[in-house]
């Protein structure tokens, strides 16, 4: 029996552990760290075997293949030793591939992959698509392949993912942009970034669907450099009306592709703000390709609700509006919060620096916010970035402070943006739990 290890014990690890058990393999789980109670009841369930707090000196001894947890680095001890012992390293995607048999729509970027995962999916399970999503979203991909079969599934892929894939190939792929994130991972080479996002398109064939960002110059620049045998499909808010391309025009967003046109109202979207835009012409020309009904996309359009943490309207109270944005993370996505309000902005922002240089920021914050509340651990170098711009700043450590603080600095027709910028972890577990906690405060207002 062949022999397989799973490193990491979250969603990803456990989903793949289980369809490993199903399909055969002698399956073991090994996590540096804790393991939680309920995945510990699920490996049991399953009699797999698994170790926590740290890896044991025989776990490799034996092993054919390690599926390793997106979130573990190449520079790890036990990844170290993996590839010293030339021990062969999958992702949970590459694995659960071997035994998918239907249709796959691979979406990644830097920003808006959530919200664009998820309209894609409503789109097709609105319109009666036997379809299922995961990846970097909601239940793992491999555990819904050891559950049921799908015809098509929408895969939300983060940079961590995709450098692990080697044969698993999209019928349509999504490269919705690339901005400079988790560079830390990537030895500081934003070269090396982009090489990782652009594995979304490897092994695509000529009646396959590339869709991407057409005005992203990380991306087009690349695209100079490389011979691609697949169909193109750009979208941009500048570029002019042509086939195989979504665009701007009259206030409406239009989709060419295949001689086929589809044109959405922009008054008519759910989603606001530019950057959402965008994401609609892709998940529209995804959708489309797919050969669905322009009234089956423009119904799945129009049904479709809110990302959570994604300028997620909390509440609205005296006349503000409380937005939660906890999922941006990074200077780009709170670029494109800003940009999608015209009203006067109290922007609660901090957490863990990822290395940000907010004066890309400058321009909009001028323009837009009338001032800012900081959460964090360590505020200096956001007080630092905005302290000439003659705007109240005010610093917090609690979720409750800064909601308080900014419902105090907030007046009618106001928006309070939670839009973060930074990671989450040095005051919550996750961007999740900083999002959930901001809308408890705002909601004991």
């Not at 994401?279 to 797919?290: F, L, T, Y």
């Not at 957490?351 to 009338?370: A, E, I, R, S």
Request: aromatic fraction near 8%; hydrophobic fraction near 35%.
């Amino acid at each position: 029996m062949e022999k397989i290890v799973v490193i990491g014990a979250g969603e990803s690890g456990v989903g793949t552990a289980i369809l490993a058990k199903k399909k055969g393999y002698d399956v073991m789980v090994s996590d540096y760290g804790t393991i939680a109670p309920k995945y510990k009841e699920e490996l049991n369930a399953h009699q797999i075997k698994w170790e926590e707090s740290g890896h044991s000196e025989t776990l490799l001894d034996g092993v054919s293949l390690v599926i390793k947890s997106p979130g573990i680095p190449n520079t790890s001890n036990i990844v170290c030793q993996i590839i010293e012992r030339q021990i062969p390293i999958e992702s949970e995607i590459e694995f659960a591939g071997r035994f998918y048999q239907g249709k796959s729509i691979c979406i990644t970027g830097s920003n808006g992959k959530t919200t664009t995962t998820s309209l894609v999916y409503h789109i097709l399970k609105n319109a009666g698509v036997n379809v299922g999503v995961g990846g970097n979203i909601g239940i793992s991909f491999a555990r819904q392949i050891a559950e049921k079969d799908f015809d098509w599934f929408v895969l939300e892929l983060s940079s961590f993912q995709l450098e692990d894939m080697h044969r698993f190939k999209a019928e349509i792929s999504i490269l919705l942009n690339i901005t400079p994130d988790h560079l830390d991972r990537y030895e500081y080479q934003l070269s090396k970034y982009i090489d990782a996002k652009f594995r979304v398109i490897q092994n695509q064939e000529a009646e396959d669907l590339f869709i991407y960002f057409g005005e992203d110059k990380n991306i087009t620049d690349r695209l100079e450099t490389i011979t691609l045998n697949v169909e193109k499909f750009s979208f941009g808010l500048e570029q002019e009306a042509q086939e195989n391309a979504g665009y701007l025009e009259d206030h409406n967003i239009n989709v060419q592709l295949k001689g086929n046109t589809l044109s959405l109202p922009i008054s008519t979207l759910p989603l606001k703000g530019k950057h959402n835009w965008l994401n609609v012409m892709a998940s529209v020309g995804a959708c489309m390709q797919m050969g669905l009904s322009s009234s089956a996309i423009e119904e799945g359009v129009k049904s479709f609700a809110s990302v959570a943490h994604r300028l997620e309207l909390c509440r609205t109270l005296d006349g503000v509006k409380y937005i939660n944005d906890s999922k941006a993370t990074n200077i780009d996505a709170t670029k494109y919060a800003l940009d999608a309000f015209e009203q006067p902005i109290v922007w609660i922002v901090g957490g863990k620096d990822k290395g940000n240089d907010y004066t890309t920021l400058y321009p909009l914050v001028k323009q837009k916010v009338k001032s800012i509340v900081c959460l964090g651990v360590d505020n200096s170098k956001i007080v630092s970035a905005f302290k000439d711009f003659d705007l109240p700043i005010v610093e917090t450590n609690k979720m409750e402070d800064a909601v308080r603080k900014a419902k105090e600095l907030s007046t009618q027709e106001d928006i309070v943006l939670l839009s973060p910028c930074c990671a989450s972890f040095d005051l919550f577990r996750s961007y999740e739990d900083r999002g959930d906690q901001f809308k408890k405060y705002v909601n004991n207002l």
